[in-house]
């Protein structure tokens, strides 16, 4: 085989053996940005070489292409010139319908406070974190990646210990340090790193949905397999989740199938309080509208959700309130109505201007 | 919860048909326990030609119950290994067990015989949850703690027996034919052991704190966020382990009647070969009791077979070398063939 031009390696491209190039973006931490395409790329171009790109970043595909057919469920749903697009036409097409947004109106009728943290610290982590989530709101934590987000909700889960402070749950103080105890009192927590965290790799789908919900699925002591079966098959299509057999191992499924498994595997315990890390990272435009979805839903039948995003498009889209975090203190706390993503960069960096788009948090697609 | 949570009275979907994939999945999940099986017939069928005297009801009977005592051992430590940990004492639990309840009968010999069982039971849980509290409770790498114990339990032994040793007329009879007595010529032992082993097995794959032993090794991360405690698993398990490990003293003692202080030396690596050769990942997640103890009925026939043939003993370690490599070549060959197969047919319903 020829060594590659030096243009479609830095691109990450292959020769496709039907002649062409073809690059499938699956790296979540690789992010083209406009300013950075090569101007090599244009010569190989111009000379006839024909590129076929296969993303779901849009910026990507609206920087590079000219271009652009969507195909959804197996079916070539648009093919068009790219001019006269915009982002929000092919997540249309690709989903099938428009993507969930609270509706104005909707967010002011928050229930009971569930969640109340309280003078949260961890020395060194987070400082004073205090906050409510009440039933049927999504609360974003927002902020850089390393202003403490990810860890606030690990010490509210029980994970990581924390030194001073309470979390409680409908009144109820949560113990310091167990998952366990948080679980039974009623919080469900989706990690970020659901390969690392989130799934047992070598278990079944069934056996993952069903993992935390094996003491329900008992009949004096021993797991019922009819129960623990009709369990996942119910989640499974509940959530649309594609699957062989709900006995292949988990780690056959696409990411963004993987982390409907572990939404259901929480969901199976109905939560009052479901905590989300990164609920979309690293999955398709359609799988993400759909957890979208799920997750708006879930706040209308009264769950109370934390949601920790670095996509501010997301967070401004379904989140009722967004908290701003930075170097381990809570600096504001935006309502939905008047929260827009310099407010919230401005608050997540500490500076007054809005820093320009390639210093933001966000690396997900612009949907 | 509206569209939700609402409806979880309505019955599950059935789940898509694919029936001949379903077999290829079902057979390679299989394939571990049924390779040992073939490989155990080849072997004994390669003997028995070149040595008809093998297949020799007596000899049989021998095979069987020199396994009861590893297979035994293999199912405490298939529980340790699932869970991504080690047991290392369990030699020494052994032989600490065996002098010990034996020499209850030797002032008395009237001393019950289900006593001395409960004796050995009682020491190997006490060795047990002396391992179980050091690596759940402590935090110490079970590989450290059970190399320390394996030290601690045969210096304990050694101490206590110093140059005596339990010898057979000691020993009341009724004692001494508990490995000799049969049903239509099968060892009574033998099939007590299998019940014994399918129980486990059963516990392992049924059980909601077996299921998490298998979490636990495979994903020990994702086990603590579904809930799962560990420490109290692993505790349990080491224990369980420990207790085996004494009840396998005692028959020891039955079946060799002759017990001093070197009693069950080495036996902890050869036992982690049947576990390993039977198909338990030696870094945790997955395998099966059953496999386990296949491993050791494997190991033990062929330990037999070349004394059959007069072959030097010093092939048998050799051998044994081979087999686990062989084993874990076989895992990884099977486990990259099923990935995949699997993620060929995961394609058409994507």
New interface residues.
């Given amino acids: 085989m020829t060594e590659l031009p030096g243009w479609a390696q830095r691109l990450d491209l292959a020769p496709h053996p039907e002649g062409g190039w073809f690059r499938e973006t699956w790296r979540s931490d690789v992010t083209i940005g406009p300013s950075s395409l090569p101007p090599e790329y244009e010569g190989p171009r111009s000379a006839g070489t024909a590129i076929l790109f296969i993303s779901h970043r849009l910026e990507e595909v609206f920087a590079l292409c000219q271009r652009v057919t969507v195909m959804r469920d197996?079916r070539q749903v648009l093919s068009r010139e790219l001019a006269g697009l915009v982002p929000g036409d092919l997540v249309r097409a690709m989903v099938g319908r428009e993507l969930a947004e609270r509706p104005p109106g909707e967010q002011v009728a928050p229930g009971e406070p569930l969640l109340t943290v309280d003078r949260l610290t961890r020395e060194g982590v987070f400082t004073d974190i205090s906050f409510t989530v009440r039933a049927g709101e999504i609360v974003a934590l927002a902020g850089l990646v390393g202003s403490g987000r990810s860890e606030v909700a690990r010490a509210i889960?029980g994970?990581d210990r924390y030194d001073a402070g309470a979390v409680t749950l409908r009144g109820q103080r949560l113990r310091r340090g167990s998952?366990?105890g948080?679980?039974?009192a009623g919080v469900g927590?989706v990690?970020e790193d659901r390969r690392?965290?989130?799934?047992?790799?070598?278990?079944s789908v069934q056996?993952n949905v069903a993992?935390?919900s094996?003491?329900r699925l008992?009949h004096g002591?021993?797991?019922r397999?009819s129960a623990e079966?009709?369990?996942a098959?119910?989640w499974a299509?509940?959530l649309k989740i594609?699957?062989?057999?709900?006995?292949?191992?988990v780690?056959?499924?696409?990411g963004g199938n993987q982390q409907k498994v572990v939404l259901a595997?929480w969901?199976g315990r109905?939560p009052a309080v479901l905590i989300v890390d990164e609920p979309t990272r690293g999955i398709d435009v359609a799988t993400k509208a759909e957890v979208h979805h799920?997750l708006v839903?879930?706040a209308?039948?009264?769950?109370g959700v934390l949601m920790i995003s670095s996509e501010l498009p997301e967070v401004l889209r379904i989140s009722d309130r967004i908290l701003v975090m930075r170097e381990g203190r809570l600096m504001t706390e935006l309502a939905h109505a008047d929260a827009s993503e310099e407010e919230i960069l401005s608050a997540a960096t500490g500076q007054a201007p809005p820093p320009q788009a390639g210093e933001a948090p966000a690396n997900g697609a612009r949907d | 919860m509206s569209a939700l949570v609402s409806q979880s009275e309505r019955p599950p979907p059935p789940a898509p048909a694919g029936t001949g994939a379903r077999k290829l999945t079902e057979r390679a999940f299989r394939i571990r326990e049924s390779g040992i099986i073939v490989v155990l017939v080849v072997f004994v069928a390669v003997t028995a030609s070149v040595q008809p005297r093998f297949l020799n009801i007596t000899n049989i009977q021998f095979i069987l119950v020199n396994t009861t005592v590893f297979a035994l051992l293999a199912l405490g430590e298939t529980m340790v290994v699932i869970s991504r940990n080690y047991d290392l004492s369990v030699g020494s639990v052994l032989g600490l067990s065996a002098y010990l309840s034996a020499s209850l009968f030797g002032g008395h010999p009237g001393f019950p015989i289900p006593l001395a069982f409960l004796a050995g039971l009682g020491i190997g849980l006490g060795c047990g949850m002396l391992n179980g509290i050091m690596v759940a409770a402590g935090r110490v790498p079970s590989l450290v703690v059970t190399l320390a114990t394996l030290y601690i339990f045969r210096g304990i032994d050694i101490l206590i027996v110093g140059g005596k040793e339990v010898v057979a007329n000691s020993l009341p009879s009724a004692f001494l034919d508990i490995p000799k007595a049969t049903v239509l010529g099968i060892p009574v032992i033998a099939i007590a052991i299998a019940v014994v082993i399918g129980i486990g097995a059963y516990y392992l794959r049924s059980f909601r704190s077996g299921r998490e032993l298998y979490a636990i090794g495979s994903n020990p991360d994702a086990a603590r966020l579904a809930g799962i405690p560990i420490g109290r698993r692993v505790f349990v398990a080491f224990t369980a382990s420990g207790a085996i490990a004494g009840v396998a003293g005692v028959l020891w003692a039955a079946q060799y009647g002759t017990i001093d202080s070197t009693a069950g030396t080495g036996y902890e690596l050869q036992v982690i070969s049947a576990v390993v050769v039977g198909g338990v990942a030696i870094f945790g997640g997955s395998g099966s009791a059953v496999g386990a103890a296949l491993g050791a009925l494997l190991l033990n026939t062929i330990s037999s077979a070349l004394y059959v043939l007069g072959i030097s003993p010093f092939w048998n370690q050799a051998i044994f070398g081979f087999l686990l490599l062989l084993a874990i070549t076989l895992d990884r060959f099977i486990s990259v063939r099923l990935t995949a197969a699997l993620r060929v047919r995961g394609a058409r319903h994507e």
């Fill in positions: 197996g889960f994970i998952p366990t948080a679980m039974a927590f990690p690392q965290q989130g799934l047992v790799m070598d278990m056996q993992l935390a094996l003491g008992r002591g021993i797991i397999a079966r009709a369990m098959a119910d299509s509940r594609k699957y062989g057999r709900l006995k292949d191992p780690s056959m499924l696409s595997k969901l109905k799920l839903q879930l209308r039948d009264g769950v």
